[in-house]
Every structure is written in structure tokens, then in C-alpha cells.
């Protein structure tokens, strides 16, 4: 059998993959593409910059001996980049580098010359009038990374975090963008990520905003003509954290304005941090320029966290608390709340407040009763793409179906009962939902929504769906 570049990626990949974590390699190794094999050289292409780096900075010598085993001691490693097509050229163009296995060189110190800071430059954290640009950098110093556990739900956001605190703006992963559920540690990690960068760089000014207060500041510069004041004052910003910037959606002006900013503050070596509720796949309603730069740098997805990881959590929350708790109550509470680190912590918390204040004894009936109301009273997050599912599933249908534009009855009420409880169960606009349901206008929500309520009243099987609905998603 001949040696191909296919096989020999092929033996390696096998070798790799028994060596590192299966979400490792699903993600630095299944998307690379072997493409020729020129006497022990093997050429492999990569999507994109940061991944070579990548690669190049952990996993070096596992590929330097999966090669050898493959081709011997004189094997080498050449990486292909696809580059985007930026220049009008026709073919997007490539580059090759080959293998150093070695760590990058550092970067050499210069002075450069700074443009002086306008004194009557506005400040929108600062009260109107002071002449000072000195600001808060507003972030928690409880929020670090002592206190978040790495487990292997959270593995690349963490290190890919630690990675940007350690070299701000100097890394592919700029923007960094942390998506993930509720409670699952997006802002501890976007906090964590500038109190350790203060702490290396204390010369640095890194700010941490919401994306809602990002957009009331925006609105006020708006309302008192300071615009460009706001702007230019964003654009002094080393590190730029953003919380929540799902928020933006359906905000053209907003989005316009952090185009502006995210443009200056890429292109002169400065770090964004964003989060997230969703993938940048996933987001509604923003504008596709925005959407391509928040894929440019990386996407880490924060998911649920394993019974290991929820135990640790626990055990490090007791202690930092400096509370002792039997094993039993711990693993009791790890295993009945599953799916939300916030939860977690409140759980515990309820238990050490019952304990303290009500003098009663931690015992594993008592952590019953705490999770069993805690889990009752937590309110699901159900969100509309999961809603679109569960209805389409329930009239036996596929979401695009749902979606299309058809006036079949059985689908258009399956599309109308998909808007009613989008807006019974989410705080998303009209607009929103009608965006995100087949690209519909607020007003046909609005329509649905009294059609639903009308034919719950005299429709004797349409109030049967809306029955059967409800106790799927309550």
C-alpha cells in the first residue's frame, strides 16, 4: 500500500487522538485537512492564524511524534493557511510555514510617540464638567481566576482567557468571544480576565461594561450631540470586556457605533473581550460586519458542568466560606442541580443560612428540602429556538417547515402557537420573535397572539394544544 498524505495523517490523528482530551481534539484536530506529502515532508491545512499558533504553542511535540513514528526522524511539518480573500484577487491566496518546534521570540520594546489626550474629552463614567479621563476599570476583584475551577466543560474558555490575560491584544484570540447558558460563569471569567491582566499590567486601562449600559451611554451621547466624544473615548481603552453583547440586537445605531470602535481598537493591538448567550451563529438581528469580526479571533463555548466539576465547585465554595459539610450533602446537592453553576452556589448557600440562622443541623433530609425548593422555584429558561422545537416536534413537523411560507392551516397555527409562547416565556421583543419565527414583522406576532387567545376560547382541540404546550415547557 502506498503512502499517502491521507494515511499518514491518518496514523497520526489515531496516535493524537489517544493521547489528548476528546474535546481537544474535536477541536484543534478534525478540522485538518492533509493535502500532499513531498519526501518527509507532510503539508496540513489549517483554517487560520491563531490555529497554527495554537498548535504550535501546545501541541508541538505531541505532532513532532506522531510524524516521527510515521516518517522518521527527518519528518517535518508545513502548515497551509487559507487566507481570506481581502485584495479582489480571484483564488483567496495561501501561506506556508513550516514547524519550529519552538516557542515564539519575545517582542522587542520601543518607544512610540502618543497623540495628546484632548483635556475636554467627555467621560461617560465621570460626572459632567470634570476634566479627567482617570476612570474605573469596573471590574470585581471576587471574579478571578483562583475561584474558577477548570473542569473540562470550560477548559478552552479558561485557558484561552488565561492566554489573553497574559499577552492583551498580542494573541489570535482577539476578540475573545465566551458564549454559554445562564450561570455557567461568562462574566466570572470576563472579570477574571481583567483583574489578572491589572495585575500583570497595571499601566494598562481595561474596562468591563455591559452591553445595556454600553447602549444607555450611547443613547445619552446621542441626545446631548457628544457622539464623537464617545467614540474617541472608548478608542483610548486597552482592554475592552463586553458583557451580554447579545443586547445589541436589533440596535442599528448601537451596532454602528461599537463597529466604529471595535475597527480602531483591533487595528491598533488593543484586546476585546465580549460574551455572550449564544454562538455568533446563532445571534439575531445583528448586522453581519459585526457578526464577521466577532468570529475573527475565538468562539469558547462554556457548557454544562460535569458531576466532577460541580463537586469541586461546592467543596471550593465551603471553603472559601470556611464551612465543613459532610460528603454525602455535598454529592446529594451535586447530583439533583445540574445545569447552572449560579444555582449551585445558591443551593449550598441556603443550606449554610439555614444551618447558621435557623441553629438546625446540616442533614441530608434538610438538603432535600433546600434543592427541592430551589429546583421548584427556579424559573427554565426556555429560549425561542427551543420553543420552535418543541412545537414543531409536537404537530410532527421540522423546524424549517414551521418557519416556511406556507398557508397550510395545521402549519400556520403550529407557527402561531410557536409566537404565543415566545412571548409567554421569553422577555424577547415582538420584533424579535417575528425575526427569529420565519422572519416575520412584530405585527403578525401580534396577530398570532390574538388568534391563539381567540381560538383558546372557542376551539375545543386548539385548547388542547395550548394544554398539551404548556406542561412541556413548565
Same mark, same amino acid.
Given at each position: 500500500?502506498?503512502?499517502?498524505?491521507?494515511?499518514?495523517? =491518518?496514523?497520526?490523528?489515531?496516535?493524537?487522538?489517544?493521547?489528548?482530551?476528546?474535546?481537544?481534539?474535536?477541536?484543534?484536530?478534525?478540522?485538518?485537512?492533509?493535502?500532499?506529502?513531498?519526501?518527509?515532508?507532510?503539508?496540513?491545512?489549517?483554517?487560520? =492564524?491563531?490555529? #497554527?499558533?495554537?498548535?504550535?504553542?501546545?501541541?508541538?511535540?505531541?505532532?513532532?511524534? @506522531?510524524?516521527?513514528?510515521?516518517?522518521?526522524?527527518?519528518?517535518?511539518? +508545513?502548515?497551509?493557511?487559507?487566507?481570506?480573500?481581502?485584495?479582489?484577487?480571484?483564488?483567496?491566496?495561501?501561506?506556508?510555514?513550516?514547524?519550529?518546534?519552538?516557542?515564539?521570540?519575545?517582542?522587542?520594546?520601543?518607544?512610540?510617540?502618543?497623540?495628546?489626550?484632548?483635556?475636554?474629552?467627555?467621560?461617560?463614567?465621570?460626572?459632567?464638567?470634570?476634566?479627567?479621563?482617570?476612570?474605573? /476599570?469596573?471590574?470585581?476583584?471576587? #471574579?478571578?481566576?483562583?475561584?474558577?475551577?477548570?473542569?473540562?466543560?470550560?477548559?478552552?474558555?479558561?485557558?484561552?482567557?488565561?492566554?489573553?490575560?497574559?499577552?492583551?491584544?498580542?494573541? /489570535?484570540?482577539?476578540?475573545?468571544?465566551?458564549?454559554?447558558?445562564?450561570?455557567?460563569?461568562?462574566? $466570572?471569567?470576563?472579570?477574571?480576565?481583567?483583574?489578572?491582566?491589572?495585575?500583570?499590567?497595571?499601566?494598562?486601562?481595561?474596562?468591563?461594561?455591559? @452591553?445595556?449600559?454600553?447602549?444607555?451611554?450611547?443613547?445619552?451621547?446621542?441626545?446631548?450631540?457628544?457622539?464623537?466624544?464617545?467614540?474617541?473615548?472608548?478608542?483610548?481603552?486597552?482592554?475592552?470586556?463586553?458583557?451580554? +453583547?447579545?443586547?445589541?440586537?436589533?440596535?442599528?445605531?448601537?451596532?454602528? +457605533?461599537?463597529?466604529?470602535?471595535?475597527?480602531?481598537?483591533?487595528?491598533?493591538? =488593543?484586546? +476585546?473581550?465580549?460574551?455572550?448567550?449564544?454562538?455568533?451563529?446563532?445571534?439575531?438581528?445583528?448586522?453581519?460586519?459585526?457578526?464577521?469580526?466577532?468570529?475573527?479571533?475565538?468562539?469558547?463555548?462554556?457548557?454544562?458542568?460535569?458531576?466532577?466539576?460541580?463537586?469541586?465547585?461546592?467543596?471550593?465554595?465551603?471553603?472559601?466560606?470556611?464551612?465543613?459539610?459532610?460528603?454525602?450533602?455535598?454529592?446529594?446537592?451535586?447530583?439533583?442541580?445540574?445545569?447552572?453553576?449560579?444555582?449551585?452556589?445558591?443551593?449550598?448557600?441556603?443550606?449554610?443560612?439555614? /444551618?447558621?440562622?435557623?441553629?438546625?443541623?446540616?442533614?441530608?433530609?434538610?438538603?432535600?428540602?433546600?434543592?427541592?425548593?430551589?429546583?421548584?422555584?427556579?424559573?427554565?429558561?426556555?429560549?425561542?429556538? #427551543?420553543?420552535?422545537?418543541?412545537?414543531?416536534?409536537?404537530?410532527?413537523?421540522?423546524?424549517?417547515?414551521?418557519?416556511?411560507?406556507?398557508?397550510?392551516? $395545521?402549519?400556520?397555527?403550529?407557527?402561531?402557537?410557536?409566537?404565543?409562547?415566545?412571548?409567554?416565556?421569553?422577555?424577547?421583543?415582538?420584533? /424579535?420573535?417575528?425575526?427569529?419565527?420565519?422572519?416575520?414583522?412584530?405585527?403578525?406576532?401580534?396577530?398570532?397572539?390574538?388568534?391563539?387567545?381567540?381560538?383558546?376560547?372557542?376551539?375545543?382541540?386548539?385548547?388542547?394544544?395550548?394544554?398539551?404546550?404548556?406542561?412541556?415547557?413548565?
Amino acid at each position: 500500500m502506498s503512502v499517502t498524505a491521507n494515511s499518514v495523517w =491518518k496514523n497520526c490523528l489515531a496516535f493524537i487522538q489517544d493521547n489528548i482530551q476528546p474535546q481537544a481534539f474535536k477541536t484543534w484536530f478534525e478540522p485538518i485537512k492533509p493535502i500532499k506529502l513531498s519526501d518527509n515532508a507532510l503539508s496540513i491545512q489549517v483554517p487560520s =492564524k491563531f490555529f #497554527y499558533e495554537w498548535l504550535e504553542e501546545h501541541y508541538v511535540k505531541l505532532l513532532k511524534v @506522531a510524524l516521527t513514528k510515521e516518517l522518521g526522524e527527518n519528518a517535518k511539518l +508545513v502548515y497551509i493557511i487559507k487566507m481570506e480573500n481581502t485584495y479582489g484577487n480571484r483564488e483567496p491566496f495561501t501561506e506556508q510555514i513550516p514547524s519550529s518546534n519552538r516557542g515564539s521570540v519575545n517582542p522587542q520594546e520601543m518607544d512610540v510617540p502618543i497623540k495628546s489626550k484632548n483635556p475636554e474629552l467627555k467621560n461617560p463614567f465621570v460626572i459632567p464638567g470634570i476634566r479627567n479621563i482617570k476612570i474605573e /476599570s469596573q471590574l470585581n476583584p471576587n #471574579y478571578n481566576f483562583d475561584n474558577f475551577l477548570e473542569g473540562d466543560s470550560n477548559r478552552l474558555a479558561r485557558s484561552a482567557g488565561m492566554a489573553v490575560a497574559n499577552k492583551p491584544g498580542g494573541t /489570535s484570540f482577539n476578540p475573545l468571544l465566551i458564549f454559554g447558558g445562564v450561570g455557567l460563569g461568562k462574566t $466570572h471569567l470576563a472579570h477574571a480576565i481583567g483583574v489578572e491582566i491589572k495585575d500583570k499590567y497595571p499601566e494598562r486601562t481595561v474596562l468591563y461594561i455591559s @452591553a445595556e449600559k454600553f447602549t444607555q451611554q450611547y443613547i445619552e451621547s446621542v441626545k446631548k450631540n457628544t457622539r464623537n466624544d464617545f467614540i474617541h473615548f472608548y478608542q483610548l481603552i486597552d482592554v475592552l470586556i463586553i458583557d451580554d +453583547v447579545q443586547f445589541l440586537s436589533g440596535k442599528s445605531g448601537t451596532q454602528d +457605533v461599537f463597529f466604529h470602535i471595535f475597527n480602531h481598537l483591533h487595528q491598533n493591538g =488593543k484586546q +476585546v473581550v465580549l460574551t455572550s448567550d449564544k454562538a455568533p451563529v446563532d445571534m439575531q438581528d445583528i448586522e453581519q460586519r459585526l457578526l464577521s469580526r466577532f468570529k475573527w479571533g475565538l468562539s469558547a463555548e462554556l457548557q454544562n458542568p460535569d458531576y466532577e466539576t460541580r463537586i469541586s465547585i461546592l467543596r471550593n465554595k465551603l471553603y472559601r466560606d470556611g464551612v465543613e459539610m459532610p460528603d454525602e450533602i455535598v454529592e446529594y446537592v451535586a447530583k439533583h442541580i445540574k445545569t447552572n453553576i449560579r444555582e449551585l452556589e445558591g443551593a449550598i448557600i441556603s443550606l449554610i443560612a439555614q /444551618s447558621s440562622f435557623n441553629k438546625k443541623e446540616v442533614t441530608l433530609e434538610l438538603a432535600q428540602q433546600v434543592v427541592e425548593k430551589f429546583v421548584k422555584n427556579t424559573k427554565r429558561e426556555v429560549s425561542i429556538d #427551543y420553543i420552535q422545537k418543541v412545537v414543531s416536534d409536537y404537530f410532527e413537523m421540522d423546524v424549517a417547515t414551521l418557519q416556511s411560507k406556507t398557508r397550510k392551516r $395545521h402549519i400556520v397555527q403550529a407557527r402561531q402557537l410557536a409566537m404565543f409562547f415566545a412571548k409567554k416565556f421569553t422577555k424577547a421583543s415582538l420584533a /424579535s420573535i417575528g425575526s427569529q419565527i420565519g422572519k416575520r414583522d412584530h405585527a403578525t406576532v401580534l396577530h398570532a397572539c390574538k388568534t391563539v387567545d381567540n381560538l383558546a376560547e372557542t376551539d375545543k382541540q386548539f385548547r388542547k394544544y395550548i394544554e398539551d404546550l404548556t406542561k412541556k415547557f413548565s
